[in-house]
């Protein structure tokens, strides 16, 4: 058994016949469509503000918060080699440089949502601090390592003198992480 569907409305209508012996002529006018339903989500324009005042907050926080989560990892790491050198075990060791490292990666997480707003941050940021790097610790290794421990018998204990040691591990993820989502986030906006 077949269901009877109705013919749709006519969309042109003739407001007067033709009829060749008088001599009129028909005008033709179209009834202007109307909204229709449909069961699927229409797209509404996106409302995200300016696009100038979203590609200028992802590249400051692509830009400010990579060399703090630089600077905490470095000094979280060269905390944990401490205690590895002093044969302190976890149980008596603090465990509180765990958690600034922890912060760093919070803060490298947060430079990547950046990409939600503009591709822009993560790419300079990924850049900036993991692509340059890599390839000076590539392409310089003896020179960085050099001036690496020039910098660190000179400031023992600070902040960033450990990092070419452990850089070619760290600067190649940074770079991973946050120029993988400029081209996630790039690719997104030129299809939406």
Same mark, same amino acid.
């Given at each position: ?27 033709? *006018? ?37 060399? &703090? ?5 470095? !000094?979280?790491?060269?905390?944990? !080699? ?7 075990? &976890? ?27 503009? !591709? ?23 020179? &960085? ?44 906006? *030129?299809?939406?």
């Amino acid at each position: 058994m077949t269901h009877q569907v109705d013919p749709p409305e006519p969309t042109r209508t003739l407001t007067a016949r033709s009829d060749a012996r008088s001599g009129e002529r028909s005008v033709d *006018t179209a009834i202007p469509y109307e909204d229709s339903y449909s069961p699927y989500p229409t797209s509404t324009p996106r409302s995200g503000g300016s696009s100038a005042s979203r590609h200028a907050l992802s590249l400051l926080v692509g830009l400010l918060l990579p060399p &703090v989560a630089l600077v905490l990892f470095d !000094w979280g790491l060269a905390r944990y !080699w401490y205690d590895v050198m002093q044969f302190r075990s &976890v149980a008596d060791g603090e465990l509180w440089p765990y958690g600034v490292v922890a912060f760093g990666a919070i803060l490298l997480l947060l430079t990547a949502a950046a990409g939600r707003l503009s !591709w822009i941050g993560p790419a300079v940021a990924g850049l900036l601090y993991g692509v340059a790097p890599t390839v000076a610790i590539v392409l310089a290794r003896d020179d &960085v390592m050099r001036l690496g421990s020039e910098v660190r018998d000179t400031l023992y204990a600070q902040a960033v003198v450990n990092a070419p040691f452990y850089g070619f591990l760290l600067y190649p993820a940074i770079a991973a992480l946050l120029l993988g989502t400029a081209i996630v986030s790039m690719r997104k906006r *030129t299809q939406a």
